[in-house]
C-alpha cells in the first residue's frame, strides 16, 4: 500500500503543479526533490524560511514494474506530495492527456524517458500549451554516457549535477549533431545537512558517541560473491581490530524491498556467516541522518560519497577491487578520496582535493542555496513563452534510429510513432484485490529468481 496522501496547503498565489514519474525508489528520491528545487519562485531555502510562500503542487506516479517502491522506501525521502499512484506507461500518458500540469519530470533510466518523450509529444500534439519536461540522472554518470544522453535528448531541460557533467554532456550533443541548449547545470537535490564538525570522542566517555565508520553498500557493485564478501571480511575486521569504534554497514532496502538494481547477493545473508562483533551494525533509513553520526564514510563509488565530501564528512573510495570503470570508483581520480582498507586499518584519513570536488557539483563552499537558481529561471521563461513551447524534438526519431527506437517504445507498450499499440495494459480503475495479490507474487518470483536461482545455475554452469 501506497503512503496516505498528504495535501499541501492552500495559498493565495497558485503554486506550480508538478508531475513526477519514477521507476524506483532513487529516481523518486531524485524526482521529487528536485521538482521542489526547480519549480518557479523563490529558492527552496528561502521558501523554507517564509510560511506564506507556495510550495509546488506535486502529483506522483510510479511506473509499474520489478523495482516499485514500497511504503517505507517512499516514505524515506520524505517529500509531501498531493497524491502518488503506481501506473504502467501508458496509463500515465493518459494522465498527462487529461489533467494539467506546468512541469513534468520524468525520473527514469533512459529508454523509460524516451519512450515518454515520444508518448507525451504524441498526447500534446496540437495543444496549446504544453508542460515543461525535464530529466537528468540520479548520480554519478560513469558509464553508458552516449547511450544515457541521446536517449533523454528531446526534454526541455536535461540536468546535468555538475559542471563537469553540463560540459560532457553538451559535448556528446553536439558531436551527434543535436541541439545541446536543454543542458541545464545544477547539482544533486539530496546534498544537505550540518557540516562535520570533527571526530567524536573514541571513548565515548561522558555520554559523547563513538568515532562511527560507516560503509555505503550499493546493490549492484560488486556484483559477485566473491568479491562482496571481501569487502564485508574487511569491515568486519575493522571493527575486531577497533572494538572503540561503531561500525556500521548502511544498506539502500531490507529483505524484499526493491531498489533500483536488484541484489542476487545480499549483504544481510551474507554477513551472517561471519560472526561479527558488538560493534558492527547494519542500519537503513535516510542517508543524510546516518552521516549526522559518520566521523568516516566508506564505499566502492556510491553517490553517498557525494553527499559525504559536501558536508565535508571524510570520505574513502575503496581501492582494494581496483581503479575499473565497471566498479565506477574511476570516477573518483583525482578526488584524494581513493585509499584502501589496509590504510585506513593504520589510521590513514583522506583529504579531498577542492579543486576536484567544486568540479563535481558538491558544493562544499556554501553556494548550494543557488545551485538550482538557472534551472529556475530558464522553466520560468518556458513557461512564460508567448505562444507555448514548440512540440517535443528527441534526437532519436524513426528516421534517425530505424533500427533502435522502435524496441524501446515497444517495451513500454508504444508503437513508432509513440501511440499506445494493441492490447497495452491501461486499466481505467485501481487493480482489485485479485489482481494485486498476483502482481505481488509475480515481483516475489522475480526477485527469488535473481537471487536465489540465478546464482544456483550461474555456480552449476562454473562445475
Not at 273 to 285: A, E, H, I, Q
Not at 392 to 404: F, I, Q, S
Amino acid at each position: 500500500m501506497l503512503p496516505s496522501v498528504v495535501v499541501v496547503p492552500s495559498s493565495t498565489t497558485k503554486p506550480p503543479r508538478i508531475a513526477v514519474l519514477a521507476d524506483s525508489d532513487t529516481r523518486w528520491k531524485w524526482g521529487a526533490l528536485t521538482a521542489n528545487r526547480i519549480a518557479p519562485g523563490p529558492s527552496m531555502e528561502a521558501a523554507s524560511r517564509e510560511d506564506t510562500q507556495p510550495r509546488p503542487a506535486l502529483s506522483g506516479f510510479l511506473l509499474r514494474g520489478r523495482a516499485t517502491p514500497t511504503a517505507r522506501q517512499l516514505e524515506e525521502v520524505g517529500v509531501r506530495a498531493e497524491s502518488l499512484r503506481e501506473v504502467t506507461a501508458v496509463e500515465f500518458l493518459r494522465a498527462m492527456a487529461e489533467e494539467s500540469y506546468d512541469i513534468v519530470v520524468l525520473a527514469l533510466v533512459g529508454g523509460g524517458v524516451q519512450a515518454m518523450l515520444h508518448g507525451l509529444g504524441r498526447v500534446w500534439e496540437g495543444r496549446e500549451k504544453r508542460p515543461v519536461v525535464v530529466t537528468g540522472y540520479v548520480g554519478v554518470v560513469y558509464e553508458k554516457l552516449a547511450d544515457g544522453l541521446l536517449l533523454r535528448h528531446g526534454a526541455d531541460l536535461v540536468l546535468a549535477n555538475s559542471r563537469q557533467d553540463a560540459e560532457r554532456f553538451r559535448a556528446v550533443y553536439e558531436g551527434v549533431g543535436a541541439d545541446a541548449s536543454a543542458v541545464t547545470e545544477v547539482a544533486l537535490p539530496f546534498l544537505g545537512g550540518d557540516a562535520y564538525t570533527g571526530e567524536h570522542d573514541p571513548s565515548a566517555k561522558q555520554g559523547r558517541r563513538p568515532y562511527t565508520v560507516v560503509f555505503a553498500a550499493q546493490p549492484s557493485v560488486p556484483d559477485n560473491r566473491r568479491d562482496r564478501t571481501y569487502l564485508l571480511e574487511r569491515l568486519v575486521r575493522h571493527a575486531r581490530l577497533h572494538p572503540e569504534r561503531e561500525v556500521l554497514l548502511k544498506l539502500r532496502s531490507k529483505p524484499g524491498e526493491h531498489t533500483t538494481h536488484i541484489e542476487e547477493l545480499p549483504y544481510q545473508k551474507l554477513v551472517q556467516r561471519l560472526g561479527p562483533p558488538s560493534n558492527f551494525r547494519m542500519v537503513y533509513g535516510n542517508m543524510g541522518e546516518v552521516l549526522d553520526r559518520t566521523d568516516l564514510l566508506v564505499t566502492i563509488s556510491s553517490t553517498a560519497a557525494l553527499e559525504s565530501l559536501h558536508r565535508r564528512v571524510p570520505t574513502v573510495v575503496l581501492t582494494d577491487l581496483g581503479v575499473r570503470e565497471v566498479l565506477g570508483n574511476h570516477h573518483f581520480i583525482g578526488s584524494g578520496c581513493l585509499a584502501s582498507w589496509d590504510q585506513l586499518d593504520d589510521g590513514h584519513r583522506p583529504v579531498p582535493d577542492e579543486e576536484w570536488v567544486g568540479a563535481q557539483g558538491v558544493v562544499a563552499d556554501g553556494s548550494y542555496a543557488h545551485a538550482f537558481d538557472t534551472a529556475r529561471e530558464r522553466i520560468t521563461k518556458l513557461l512564460d513563452r508567448p505562444g507555448g513551447l514548440p512540440p517535443l524534438a528527441p534526437y532519436y526519431t524513426p528516421a534517425t534510429a530505424p533500427g533502435y527506437l522502435p524496441g524501446i517504445l515497444a517495451r513500454h507498450h508504444l508503437g513508432p510513432d509513440g501511440t499506445p499499440l494493441p492490447g497495452a495494459p491501461a486499466a481505467d480503475r485501481e487493480p482489485g484485490p485479485v489482481r494485486q495479490i498476483v502482481r505481488r507474487a509475480a515481483r516475489g518470483a522475480y526477485r527469488h529468481g535473481v537471487q536465489r536461482v540465478a546464482p544456483v545455475i550461474r555456480r552449476m554452469g562454473e562445475l
